[in-house]
Structures are given as structure tokens and as C-alpha cells.
């Protein structure tokens, strides 16, 4: 379902912010006016005239209003401001700052603190490892030193256990809601996926009247058809009361975003952007039958001449029996690339394949190579005892808990939909401690986690989603994984 206000981050204009008055009365007017002009000679004057009436009257209605806010190069800095309201400049709290950091804020970072120290929503898009997270502790201290609540949401579970764990550390009072596990539900810092606080907000909860702030991670899934409808619905029912932080490293149009909220709530909303890539990306190329990589994209420039090679690998000269060998060899080639960057030292690799089958069938194939130390081996022990120590007999004795375990001790792990929730999570834990050297997951794996890789190697650049085969979108896997090092992604090609 693509409700009404999808448009607003797809590219269009959210309903009642700056759209036309024309375009809405003629939306409206079009199957009447159709009809009339087949009846009505004079129908291209009386036409001439209602659109003389109609832009006299956007003219008068009340607009959104946008203001630049003055930034350093590196950021822009925007503010949509609603209707007969005036903007007035930020400043700065005079009170001691709610949260320091043992490092420098960037430019954007500056820039949306000092919003949130003027109590102001704020959009920060930004590309992953940028920093934006600092930016909604800050928000998260802001309200416990103003004696409010404040919610996280993410899209996934897999997300917020991952915030949980790392806010845990950081702040008093910390809760968990997820459809697999409720943790200090009354906490003054609740995450939870954005599902939860529909829920909450169709049932009337009585803690949202002490709520803040709210912070929307990866507010792009706004975008999706299906689940979109899931933030729209929350960001309508939210009250104006509650000041916001949406992160993204990839919404399009952000500014439309900020004029429908300043719209929707009566307030202004700021838009903090930042171009900077703090991590370099080098993409490669691996044809199925070919003798190696071949690298198109080294930060940003495009190689012509490696891309022209790698096609040349696999283009219609090729005989139709190296297809089929190519084909039916398929499998040893994700062994073959995996043993190249090992011997590389490329590790950690996450390896993305879009069948859960699939995911199970290469990790068994990549079981023969062993990752991990002896030392490493221990600590893998220990954690995965001490994840099914509260599982029942009967659910250790099932065969995905029994089968999991030499794997992980290999360095080796899996990660899609039908894992166990709690075997899911220590597979994140693990990877997250670099126990796990490789690991085969489906998109879930990427939907925003922190999970710093070395390399990302793709088993196919298309998709099946329900329907029909889709290319893999950039916010739908490499989100996750340009962190903390430099990136080197493999996309691994199987030719049909």
C-alpha cells in the first residue's frame, strides 16, 4: 500500500506544503472539467479564468518557509518553519552541554546539537559511519537532564537489541520492547521498533504525555511500500509536544521530509546535511568463470577499462558450454573467492545472499576452512553456552541450536529470518567481537546494524521480491557495513 504522504520522501510534494493550489484544484476538478469541455465553446476562457483564481489564492494562502542557516562548508544547514510562525535564530544554552564527547563534533554534528539545545527537530543525513549517532545520544541526555522519557525506534529487532546493548553502557535507565523480548518497560530510555510505538500510540499509553523526544533511526524505511504506512501512521499520532531526530544515511529530498513535519506538528524542523564520506569504497567485480577480480569503482572513480574487462569475461563470445560449467561450478566459486580473501587477510567478510538455503549451503562449504584461534575458540564456547543457558532441554536438543556451534567455532556464522531470535543475536554479538571471521546472511543482517566489515562480497546484485527480480538497493545492504574500516565490496556475479 503507498499511502498519501509516501510522495513526500519519494520526490513529491507532501499534501499542504507548497504544493500548488492549481494542481491540487485541478486534481480534484479533472473528470468534471473533462466533461465540460466537450459541451462548453467557451470552456479555454473559463478555464484561462479559474487559473487566474486559483494562483490568486495560493498567492494569499500560508506557506511554509524555508531558511539557510549559515553552516561551515563541510554541512548544509536548512529549516522549515510553518506558517505564522517567525523563525528565531538559534542560541546558545547557556546552561552546561547535556552530554561531552572525547572527541571533537564535526561540523553537522555542531549544527544539530545546537537545534536540539534549542529544543528544535532535527533531520541529519549523513553517510554511515559519519556520526550520527552521537547526535541522538545528545537528544537522549537532553531529555533525562530535562527529567523527560525518551524513545528510540529502529525498523528491526535485530537493531534494537544492538542499541540496547549500546546504550546499556552509556545511560541509567535503559528499556527494550521488541516483539521478542520486553526489558524495563517503565525505563526513562525506551528503544523499540517503530511497530511498538504504533501500537502504543493506537492504545493511548499514558507515558507518551512524558515523552520528549523521540529518534527515528533509519527513517528512510518511510520510503518502503509496505511497511512505510507503519512511520507515517506514528509520526501522525505522535503529539506536537514531542520534539524529533531522524537518521539517514539515504532519505532523497530531506527538505520535503522537514516541510511536511513542520507542517503535521506546528513547529520547525532543521535539516543538517553532510557529504562526507568518512570511509573509502573500492568496488570489485567477480564474474562467474572468470580468473579473478577486477576493481570499477576506487573511491568514487569509475574504471572504464576493468569494467569493459570483467563483462568481456562472460559477454556472448563465450561458448555456451563455459556457461554451464560457469553455472553448475557456481557454488565452488564462493569457496574459491572466500579462499582469496582469506589469503588476503580481507576478514571479516559478510557474504549476502538472498535465500535463506543458500546462506546454510555456503556456510557448509566455507566450514572446511578454519578462522579463529584457539583462544578465539574458547570465547565463542562460552558465549554460545551461555546464550542457551535459558533454553529448555528440548530446545537445545533442536537441530539448528546442535548444528550452529562447530560453525561459529570455525569463525563461520549464519544469519537470515529462520534462525531462533536468540541464536540470531549471538551471531551479532559475535560478529560484533570479531569471532566470526565470515558470515552468510540475507538483507536482515544489514538493515542498519553496526557491524564493521572488511569486505562484502554480493552472490547475486538481484533479488526476488514476491514478485518479480529487483536490483539490490544501496540502503538495503551496504548500510551496515561502511564502518570503522576500509571497505572493499565484491559483487559476485552468476550468469543465467
Known sequence: MVNQWYDAVMGGRPPGVQSSGQERAEASLKPLLNVVEEHDPDYPQKRSKL??????????????????????????????????????PLTKDSRPPAKTYPFTLDAFQQQAVTCIDNNQSVMISAHTSAGKTAVAEYAIATALRDKQRVIYTTPIKALSNQKYREFYEAFPEVGLMTGDATINPNASLLIMTTEILQSMLYRGASMMREVGWVVFDEIHYMRDPERGVV?????????DSVRYVFLSATIPNARQFAEWIAHLHHQPCHVVTSE??????????????????????????????NFIRAMRSYTPDETEKKRTLANKRSENNVVQIVRLLKHRSLEPIIVFSFSKKECEIYALQIAKFDFTTEAEKKIVDEVFRNAIDGLSAED????????????????????????????????????????IKCLFATETFAMGLNMPARTVLFTSARKYDGQSYRWVSVQCCFSSIWRDYVIYIHIYIYIH
Open 51 to 88: 487559473t487566474e483564481d486559483l494562483d490568486a489564492l495560493e498567492f494569499k494562502s500560508p506557506r511554509i518557509k524555508i531558511y539557510k542557516i549559515a553552516a561551515p562548508e563541510s554541512c548544509t544547514h536548512e529549516v522549515a518553519v510553518p506558517p505564522n510562525m517567525e523563525f528565531q
Open 396 to 435: 537445545r536438543a533442536l537441530p539448528q541450536v546442535e548444528s550452529v556451534l562447530p560453525l561459529l567455532r570455525r569463525g563461520v556464522g549464519i544469519h537470515h529470518g529462520g534462525l531462533l531470535p536468540l541464536l540470531k543475536e549471538t551471531v551479532e554479538i559475535l560478529f560484533g567481537e570479531n569471532l
Open 231 to 239: 512511520w507515517e501512521e506514528t509520526l501522525v499520532l505522535l503529539p
Open 276 to 305: 562526507h564520506r568518512p570511509v573509502p569504497l573500492r568496488h570489485y567485480l567477480y564474474p562467474v568463470g572468470s580468473e579473478g577480480l577486477f576493481l570499477v569503482l576506487d573511491e568514487g572513480k569509475y574504471l572504464e577499462d
